[in-house]
């Protein structure tokens, strides 16, 4: 109970010993009455009555009331603090009054009443308003539900008069339908406030999706009027490619068989496209008759854009990582081809200098060897007589300094084959590089799947420790329409999510990636070796940034991305399963090309999606 229950205050304030008991203070007189005026004015001020132009519906309940009680002039008025404000005012009432100068003006309870004890009040003496005197006045309350007296419904006249039961009844019900009226106008302004402030339409269709409803951001939204905009179909407002689809959408929707949202692109009067997301459901009546639908669309350019920039982010920072791990990737190459460039050289200055030699004339030395040459060989010196027989000759003679013919031969072959090996590996991952992101493939166009699928092999042997394999069955696959650049990162982030998980157990493992022919569809299967999928993350796995390897601190995109990729700009679809402990992850195309909405999904990226793998 708060200071402000008046009601219970003053039951508290007449119970026998209570004003005795330590530490309870009560309220009482002018304190109390300040109290609750207080709070009269804070409920008066949350319907923003005061200082508004006239009502049009208020009058008519004003109009209504003169006819029912025969009196000429009649009003609605809201006490404020110091004065009290007409709303609607039939006669010659001024637009506002000073509270004293008002005959019920101080008369005011600061304490909250029930709509039964706040009756009409009658005031039979002389009073002025406007230059006018007045001899008659019947005001009834307008109370709110928590019991608060904003202000009255009144009829004067300049005659005594007199009020009869019925007169008091339709007037007091007159008063409760202004505050009924007053409720509604609240709750409207609270939900515009919210809606308008987020910018989103809040529309009702009938049930030939015709516009019925609207919100004034409407206007704000597309540029076209409410009037000119109302009893058109929504299609209508939509871009014409995405006109069909939104019609099969909305009457679905109708039906209760497709789901809440969907998106599209909406025409702006000055003929601009604006992303938009259309929440609705359908309308029914008390028996469960559809009216129509009912539903909200949101601007989404915001998101696009933010979108996009992850997008992109996500892209460069994966380019980035993948070049630094093609630069150590292509180091051991680049070593060997050094190597064998060494090797080669040195073994062409010794047979240079044995050619020298076979010939008599000095070998001239390549100033681009690796190697100096030789120095040239002195002749023998004469045979010397040995004083003394019995010694014995030197043991370990000079060997022959001059190069051996058969061992800088026999090196030859595996410099060679060294150079050749690290050409053919720098070659083998630049053409994967080139094949794995081609330019200019945001359209879908006939491509190799296998081809493609070899190159992502490639990348992604890369990036991870275990092996990675590709298996076609049967061989011979058809050519496969599709954005292939999308494509090769969605099943990269797939490779990677399991390759990630097979390390995390810390032993060797092996994913593989099999394709195949499903009819009209053909199917690409990821999977790999050990227990990837735990108990607890059955139902998370599409939750985004869920770590597959948390103690590797990688989150990253996830598997809701590569079904953007796969589900909305192939028309395909992804599927999560688990075969003995293990992850499979499989995901089926037509083979034609899929109809999903044109803008390449964000998040199609090389990095992996980490996410717990799943079922859906």
Known sequence: MTPDDGLGLAALARLPGLAGLPGLRIPT???RRRRGETARLRALA???????????ALDDVADLARVVTGHPVAGIGFLDQERIWFTSRLGVVPRQLRRDDWPTGRSVPAERTSGEAAGVRCHQEEFEVGGEVFR?????????????RLGELFVMDQRPGE??????????????????ALELRRTLLSYHAVVDGAGHVVFQLDGWCRLVSLTPTWSALTGYGMVRSLGRQLQDFVHREDRDTVALHLADMSAGTAPSTFECQLLRLAKEEIPVEVTARPLTDESGRRLGLVGVIADISERRARELEAQHAQRLEAFGRLAADLAVELDAPVRRLAGGAVVLADTCTAMAELVGDHRGTPATPDPDSRRAPAPALAPDPAPRSDPDPDRDPDPDPDPDPRPDPDRLLAGVPSAARAVLDGVDRVSTLVRAMRAFSPPGQDAQAPVDLVEALEAMATVARIRVRCQVEIAVDPPGLPPVTCAVGDLNHAVLDLVMTTAEAVEERGGPGTVTVSCGVDGENVVVVVS????????????????PFIAVAPSAGRTGPRLALVRAVVEDRHGGR??????????????????????GPGPRPPGATGEPAHGDPDAR
């Open 29 to 31: 007189g002018p304190a």
């Open 46 to 56: 949350r319907y923003a009555v005061l200082d508004t132009p006239p009502d049009a």
């Open 136 to 148: 008659f006045l019947a005001a009834a309350p307008l109370v709110t539900t928590d019991g608060y």
């Open 163 to 180: 009020l009869g039961p019925r007169e008091r009844s339709a007037l007091t019900a007159l008063a409760r339908q202004v505050m009924t």
């Open 528 to 543: 790999g070796t050990g227990i990837l999928v735990s108990d607890g993350v059955h139902r998370r796995v599409a939750d």
């Open 574 to 595: 992804v599927s999560v399963g688990t075969e003995m402990g293990r992850a499979v992850y499989t995901v089926t195309l037509p083979r034609d090309g899929g109809d």
